[in-house]
């Protein structure tokens, strides 16, 4: 999901910068779509980005982590936000 949101992000300036140096009626729906994929990725990288955990949530005791063991060694840890109750 975040591979294709920073492609979309990426061509989608790439397509406004082109746009901005044509001047037809076609071009002008181009951008609009350009500028509205744009600001859709820009708002889902945002959102993507702020619920990861921070150096300050894990000082804080906001995070707990989670070990999966395979035959007593463990082969993964994940940090996760605690449940507010």
């Given at each position: 999901?975040?591979?294709?949101?920073?492609?979309?992000?990426?061509?989608?300036?790439?397509?406004?910068?082109?746009?901005?140096?044509?001047?037809?009626?076609?071009?002008?729906?181009?951008?609009?779509?350009?500028?509205?994929?744009?600001?859709?990725?820009a708002?889902?990288?945002?959102?993507?980005?702020?619920?990861?955990?921070?150096?300050?949530?894990?000082?804080r005791?906001?995070?707990?982590l989670e070990?999966?063991?395979?035959?007593?060694?463990?082969?993964?840890?994940?940090?996760?936000?605690?449940?507010?109750?």
């Open positions: 999901m975040e591979i294709f949101l920073w492609i979309t992000f990426c061509l989608a300036s790439v397509i406004i910068v082109i746009c901005l140096n044509r001047d037809y009626e076609k071009v002008k729906l181009i951008f609009a779509c350009a500028y509205t994929l744009f600001i859709f990725s708002i889902g990288l945002t959102i993507l980005y702020s619920f990861e955990p921070s150096a300050m949530d894990v000082y005791g906001k995070t707990t070990i999966t063991y395979k035959d007593g060694v463990a082969i993964d840890s994940t940090v996760v936000f605690k449940q507010n109750k």
